[in-house]
């Protein structure tokens, strides 16, 4: 990561934190934006902390957030425990997980060469009525070649 785009998501944290102490109480898709900013540069432990942020604020974090921090996970290579942690959540709180939740796990399933895993959780995808597409057809695709 750049120095740059450490002092942006620095800014972007600083701005949520002035929000708040104006009395702006930021919404799940405010959240949602910085977590999956975070998670792109690399920062998954930070969005983690924004996650728990939002709780402590009384704020569900929805399917698209928890989906931006285990694609953040899959991003690092925590392909285990921290990224099963919060699928696991996500299937605990009942319909958050859909085909784009996913897809991510089999993403990085398929770039991290554990294709096994990426087919398991096709045929689990398959087994709980949720109907594959094209991309993750073509991410398997991908992963078996």
Known sequence: MEFADLGQCKQ?????????????FPDVHTYTVLVDTLCK????????????????????PDAVTYSALMDGYCLR??????????????VSKGSMVNAYSYNIL??????HKKIENAATLFQEMSCK????????YTTLIDGFC
């Open 106 to 111: 089999i993403n990085g399933y398929c770039r």
């Open 77 to 90: 290579g925590h392909m285990g425990e921290r990224q099963e942690k919060v699928f696991n959540l996500m």
């Open 41 to 60: 540069e690399g920062m998954a432990v930070e969005a983690k902390g924004v996650i728990e942020m939002m709780v402590e604020r009384d704020l569900e």
């Open 12 to 24: 972007a944290t600083r701005l949520l934190n002035e929000m708040v102490s104006n009395k702006i």
């Open 129 to 136: 009525g949720l109907v594959p597409d094209t991309i993750i």
